[in-house]
């Protein structure tokens, strides 16, 4: 039986009874159950977006800006995700996909190409908003979801995702076990770390100004101006080389940015990303954060068995 916590606790971070029970019955695939969200959960969205609304204006790309206006969120509720699908669905294919906790790479990846973005639903707690351990709705459908209403910026996470189809398909000829899994592993860290360094934190050029398109800077009240405005943090042209083999840490502030010139630089990006793969470049990248888990690896061989 809930207690009477877990039921005031709404959809909060970490307190959620039904994602605790979801998780209990290995659902990774859920349903958004609204009517759980507590009046603090409500008030956590409406604090969040509000003070996010001129940071985005000053420091946010204009795709981002445009989509934001597409989707029609309410500033005032967490949005219902049906909702926003339906906005997000008829500009790119995209939907907000509901999980119940970590997605392992390649079902992450995987999602991507069949236009899917796995969402957290719970949202932080609204004393606490800018603590965040992991991501929430905030997060993912104000930082993210706004960026895929762009059409070349869809088609970039969907190459995304053809790149970790290609990235199983060439493991899995490899018959060696040792190989296979140091390969593997390289792969997917060199994956993560272009993903992180464009996806969730990237700058892009817009005329004479950066802009932010990356989500994890878009969804951060306090990042979202350093990343542009602090002098200490480096900021340089993206080279793949260097994307792929530097390490990162996430819990705290981004010392080192990447910036690309357009979402078509980003989108050849990726292919080139997986040219590099097929041609063995990505198999022996620098050692260090991301770490790459058992569920990550598994979830990879287990495409092709
Ligand atoms: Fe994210």
């Given at each position: 039986?809930?207690?009477?916590?877990?039921?005031s606790a709404g959809l909060t971070t970490s307190e959620a009874h039904f994602i605790e029970e979801a998780?209990?019955?290995?659902?990774?695939?859920?349903h958004q159950p609204y009517d759980l969200y507590s009046e603090a959960n409500h008030e956590a969205w409406r604090n969040l977006y509000g003070?996010?609304?001129?940071?985005w204006e000053r420091y946010a790309n204009p795709q981002f800006l445009r989509g934001i206006g597409s989707l029609c969120l309410d500033p005032y509720r967490v949005p219902r995700l049906d909702d926003v699908?339906?906005?997000?669905?008829?500009?790119?294919?995209?939907?907000?996909?509901p999980v119940s906790g970590y997605v392992p790479a390649f079902l992450f990846f995987d999602c991507l190409r069949n236009r899917e973005f796995p969402t957290t639903i719970t949202i932080r707690r609204a004393d606490r908003l800018d603590y965040l351990p992991e991501p929430d709705i905030f997060h993912d459908i104000a930082g993210h979801v706004p960026m895929h209403t762009d059409r070349n910026f869809a088609e970039t996470l969907v190459r995304f995702g053809e790149s970790a189809h290609t990235a199983a398909d060439l493991v899995a000829g490899i018959r060696d076990h040792d190989t296979k899994i140091h390969t593997l592993t390289s792969i997917i860290r060199a994956m993560a770390r272009f993903f992180w360094f464009t996806v969730e934190f990237g700058?892009?050029?817009?005329?004479?100004?950066?802009?932010?398109y990356g989500s994890g800077l878009l969804s951060s009240y306090g990042e979202i101006a350093h990343a542009i405005d602090a002098p200490e943090v480096q900021r340089y042209p993206i080279r793949l080389e260097w994307a792929i083999n530097q390490?990162?840490?996430i819990d705290h502030f981004q010392?080192?940015?990447?910036?690309?010139?357009?979402?078509?630089?980003?989108?050849?990006?990726?292919?080139?990303?997986?040219?590099?793969?097929?041609?063995?470049?990505?198999?022996?990248?620098?050692?260090?954060?991301p770490a790459v888990n058992e569920h990550d690896l598994e979830s990879f061989l287990a495409k092709t068995g």
């Open positions: 039986m809930p207690g009477i916590e877990s039921v998780r209990g019955h290995g659902e990774l695939y859920i003070r996010m609304v001129p940071r699908n339906r906005f997000l669905n008829a500009l790119t294919g995209f939907r907000a996909k700058l892009m050029r817009s005329g004479d100004e950066l802009k932010v390490a990162f840490e010392p080192l940015l990447f910036i690309v010139d357009s979402f078509d630089h980003l989108f050849d990006l990726v292919g080139e990303m997986e040219r590099w793969m097929k041609a063995g470049k990505l198999s022996n990248v620098a050692p260090g954060e």
